[in-house]
């Protein structure tokens, strides 16, 4: 198999997602080589991945992740690309705790840092937090407690057979885009940041292939992958198998516009301690920048559909100290286990 999919790909011809899922299906059961996975990867770089290709690729993935159930009807993630390469602090993982303060349902996916100052798995761990869970006790949290922390090496242990070859290669490839779309909460409402705006309309396209619920891209001013204050953002809506592009600004709803560097962190300490600040309410631009990250997933939720509510939503969540009460209770919670 893996001598006729090469050939097609270096000759610059694209699979079918069927093929692609196939070939994804071969990688994740350890079926070929590093060598093999390595050659795969490039030439699909060089040749650019389609929609379909990446949709067979995020279908296997699913299909291999362990599963995350859940009682509730509607859960939203955060969890963006990462590589902006801005290392600010962890705006999505505070605006997690704010999203769920407001009462509504969070599967937070994250990693370790790849190329951030600060990945949410790091900050979480730095926070206090037990991120190494099973599968039941992340249920736990997320049925019990209304949010849960998803460390996506554990619940994707297939992604262990491409772990070398990705190192040793040292370059972006498809999976640097697709873990958001693999969240094993199965969760269908979302924003996700990403880092490069040229990649969101066929990242769009491979999400409507997903019949998704209610899905944000978010590409920040001055190239951040979350909701700026910098400038109007571009984003792209996706419900179902339809999409709408806008550019969203921050000034149109009374947010003062900051540059990017001020949100800049050495590392996970810095980014903690930001986060900290943020959820005990004090006033800052790191504040107003969380609340406008969680605006949009509150809007992702269905909750509401004016964006000026889902930003009342997101500042009652950290005034109110309820988004800090969900930080703390899932905090004891992890370290209970």
């Known amino acids: 198999m893996v001598k006729s999919i090469l050939n097609k790909i270096l000759n610059n011809k694209h699979l079918s997602e069927e093929e692609a899922k196939d070939l994804m299906d071969n990688i994740m059961d350890a079926r070929f080589t590093q060598s093999q996975i390595g050659a795969i990867l490039v030439g699909l770089r060089m040749k650019r991945e389609t929609p379909e ?11 291999h992740a362990k599963k995350i159930k859940t009682r509730h009807p509607i859960v939203v993630d955060t969890c963006g690309t990462g590589g902006d390469g801005l290392k600010t602090f962890n705006i999505s993982t505070a605006s997690a705790f704010v999203v769920a303060g407001a009462g509504i349902p969070v599967a937070k996916h994250g990693n370790r840092s790849v190329s951030s100052s600060s990945g949410s798995a790091d900050v979480l761990e730095r926070l206090g937090f037990n991120i190494n869970l099973s599968s039941q006790a992340i249920e736990d949290c997320l049925n019990h407690i209304g949010i849960a922390f998803l460390f996506a090496p554990l619940l994707h242990p297939s992604m262990k057979n491409v772990a070398l070859t990705r190192r040793e290669l040292g370059i972006r490839t498809f999976f640097n885009i697709l873990g958001p779309l693999t969240n094993p909460a199965g969760v269908d409402n979302q924003v996700i940041g990403v880092f490069d705006k040229s990649i969101m309309p066929t990242l769009a396209e491979v999400i409507k292939n997903l019949n998704p619920r209610h899905i944000y891209l978010v590409h920040g001013a001055g190239g951040m992958d979350e909701l700026s204050l910098e400038g109007p953002n571009y984003v792209i809506e996706i419900k179902g198998n339809e999409s709408r592009e806008f550019f969203l600004d921050p000034e149109q709803y009374n947010f003062q516009k900051v540059p990017s560097s ?6 996970s300490e810095e980014s903690a301690r930001k986060i900290m600040r943020v959820l005990r309410g004090e006033k800052s631009f790191d504040k107003d920048i969380v609340v406008l990250n969680a605006a949009i997933a509150i809007m992702a939720s269905d909750y509401t559909s004016d964006f000026k509510e889902a930003i009342m939503m997101a500042k009652d969540s950290i005034d109110s100290k309820l988004a800090l009460s969900k930080f703390e209770t899932l905090k004891t919670y992890t370290n209970a286990l």
């Open 262 to 267: 001020e949100f800049v962190v050495e590392n």
């Open 53 to 63: 290709e990446l949709t067979g690729f995020v279908k296997s993935m699913r299909e």
